[in-house]
């Protein structure tokens, strides 16, 4: 049963960082292309970063020079590094897989002013 967990979201001020984790199980993400989603209230679910099977990597204009996606293959794990957070940031940040149905729950982000 393939399986991915987002953690290391939580409450960070203007202009912190933190690094969210998704955690994969049953599958090998370093064989799949993943994606960073987030939503925010009222807002659609939009595309934050992705990685493709060989390395590489894009990103929304919103995030760009800020976020950092990575993968640690070893740890079956791939990285979200924010910085420079702001509080249109704020929002549920989901992992998933790139042209699959597998989905995580979600880690909330929230960024005060």
């Known amino acids: 049963q393939v399986q991915l967990v987002e953690s290391g979201g939580g409450l960070v001020q203007t202009g912190g960082s933190l690094r969210l984790s998704c955690a994969g199980s049953?599958?090998?993400?370093?064989?799949?292309?993943i994606g960073w989603h987030r939503q925010a209230p009222g807002k659609r679910r939009e595309l934050v970063a992705a990685i493709s099977r060989g390395g590489s990597t894009n990103y929304g204009d919103s995030v760009m020079g800020r976020f950092t996606i990575s993968r640690d293959n070893a740890k079956n794990t791939v990285y979200l590094q924010m910085n420079s957070l702001k509080p249109e940031d704020t929002a549920v940040y989901y992992c998933n897989i790139v042209g699959g149905p597998y989905w995580g729950k979600g880690t909330l982000v929230t960024v005060s002013s």
């Open positions: 049953g599958t090998m993400l370093s064989m799949q292309g």
